[in-house]
């Protein structure tokens, strides 16, 4: 079975053997590493899943980049402090423009309302728009407008990072090569590389096979080991798959 807890440990496992910095993306943007992983969590929803993954991480010396929604379904604050007081970064996962509905003004206004707010539970040095597959708005836009350095942000990855020389890869659609259900979450990569399933990674690790620098996308609440919740993300997942698909992405 793909995207339980058992999957993603045996991938960090995978990694780790192929001697790879884990690097945190404000520790890549500042001095990248020669060989170096980006363990990127987009917290959509459930996160004491994000905080799982966070726990399996530092047990075995590695870190990540966790970004957080300013919505309850994923804004925990004792998640949030937890997993920074593990030595994971804190970002945040900003969606103003659909949560303003278009709003430029009152689009700015909220990202630094919030933002503001998550840096009184942790430093804040980087940012990653939350792709609202659903809403005809891209938050991404905010920045043809202003300016998100202006807020002693250093960094977006769809913005700071040349994916022709990091590899990227994303759970999104609750697959590795879902690129084709995926409305927002893509990016332009020279690499031939393709995978479907986590299985497919953890070969290509131990064969040697994988890019020397990668950036993962997880979205935590889509790995899960008990049955129940692992049969309702597949049956939820493939239906907004399907969803999106015919009505969301641009063909």
Not at 111 to 120: D, G, T, V
Not at 134 to 147: G, I, P, Q, R
Request: hydrophobic share 35%; glycine share 4%; aromatic share 14%.
């Amino acid at each position: 079975m793909d995207f339980t807890v058992k999957k993603y440990k045996e991938l960090l496992q995978s990694l780790a053997a192929n001697a790879y910095t884990f690097q945190t993306f404000e520790e890549f943007l500042k001095k990248p590493a020669l060989k170096s992983i980006v363990l990127r969590h987009d917290v959509d929803l459930l996160p004491y899943n994000s905080l799982e993954f966070a726990k399996i991480q530092a047990s075995m010396n590695i870190k990540g980049v966790y970004y957080f929604r300013a919505v309850p379904e994923s804004w925990d604050v004792k998640v949030i402090k937890e997993i920074a007081s593990l030595g994971h970064e804190i970002g945040y996962h900003y969606e103003n423009l659909t949560t303003c509905k278009g709003d430029l003004s009152k689009g700015i206004n909220d990202f630094e309302n919030n933002l503001n707010a998550l840096r009184k539970l942790a430093p804040v040095s980087t940012i990653c728009m939350h792709g609202s597959p659903m809403s005809k708005y891209d938050s991404k836009d905010l920045w043809k407008t202003y300016d998100y350095k202006d807020y002693n942000i250093i960094g977006e990855p769809y913005f700071d990072v040349d994916f022709n020389s990091v590899f990227y890869l994303t759970d999104t659609g609750r697959k590795w090569d879902g690129d084709k259900v995926s409305v927002r979450d893509r990016v332009e990569s020279n690499f031939k590389l393709s995978f479907h399933e986590t299985q497919e990674i953890i070969d290509a690790a131990i064969k040697k096979e994988l890019p020397n620098r990668i950036m993962f996308t997880f979205h935590p609440q889509r790995w899960n080991d008990k049955m129940w919740m692992w049969g309702k993300e597949y049956i939820m997942q493939n239906l907004k798959n399907i969803i999106k698909k015919v009505f969301f992405v641009k063909k």
